[in-house]
Nanobody, 117 residues
């Protein structure tokens, strides 16, 4: 079992920044990949960023490349999503997701990000 708790969401003006955190606990050694997803009102959940727990390889959806950075602190069992130059279309609930070597996945409860003036 893996437990994920997100934090760091909030209201920010366009052009601003936020850093989301995802604290993981439980069977950490089973996790292969950590993801950040988001879901805007009336839209499907979208994969935003990915980081592998081994080599630290990252990937991003095109709409956030150059603005968002996913990183991890293995000592703290925490994954971060640094979001800069935020736009209104970045608004949504952001979810942390963990994929394990056993082909199971776990989700956090989500944190709301609202970009508005």
């Amino acid at each position: 079992q893996v437990q994920l708790v997100e934090s760091g969401g909030g209201l920010v003006q366009p052009g601003g920044s936020l850093r989301l955190s995802c604290a993981a606990s439980g069977n950490m050694f089973s996790i292969n990949v950590m993801n950040w997803y988001r879901q805007a009102p009336g839209k499907q959940r979208e994969l935003v960023a990915t980081i592998t727990t081994g080599g630290g390889r990252t990937s991003y959806v095109d709409s956030v490349k150059g603005r968002f950075t996913i990183s991890r602190d293995n000592a703290k069992n925490t994954v971060y999503l640094q979001m800069n130059s935020l736009k209104p279309e970045d608004t949504g609930v952001y979810y942390c997701n963990a994929l394990t070597r056993y082909a199971t996945d776990y989700w956090g409860q989500g944190t709301q990000v609202t970009v508005s003036s």
